[in-house]
Nanobody, 121 residues
Framework: QVQLVESGGGLVQAGGSLRLSCVVSGSIFRINAMGWYRQAPEKQRELVATITSGGSTNYADSVKGRFTISRDNAKNTVYLQMDSLKPEDTAVYYC???????????????WGQGTQVTVSS
């Protein structure tokens, strides 16, 4: 059974920083793209940042220059460093991973359970 477990969320004042982590555990051969998404109350889930296995990154315009996504392939972990946080960054943040269980196997797409980030003004 593959699991994605996020940590690092919490309450922070505007202008502050948080670092989210997501560990992928279980029977995995290769993890391809990983990413972070968020969902604010009464809004749709939206992309925050993604990173390929080779380290190429992509960011939502709203977080460019403030957030940094990175990964440690040896630890099957993806991080999201969030700086200069704003109240509008308040949301539940979800980790996402595309992976294969064998070399020529299917590509799976799993989600974590989410971690709450609240930024006070």
């Amino acid at each position: 059974q593959v699991q994605l477990v996020e940590s690092g969320g919490g309450l922070v004042q505007a202008g502050g920083s948080l670092r989210l982590s997501c560990v992928v555990s279980g029977s995995i051969f290769r993890i391809n793209a990983m990413g972070w998404y968020r969902q604010a109350p009464e809004k749709q889930r939206e992309l925050v940042a993604t990173i390929t296995s080779g380290g190429s990154t992509n960011y939502a315009d709203s977080v460019k220059g403030r957030f940094t996504i990175s990964r440690d392939n040896a630890k099957n972990t993806v991080y999201l460093q969030m700086d200069s946080l704003k109240p509008e960054d308040t949301a539940v943040y979800y980790c996402n991973a595309h992976f294969q269980r064998s070399e020529y196997g299917l590509m799976y797409n799993y989600w974590g359970q989410g971690t709450q980030v609240t930024v006070s003004s």
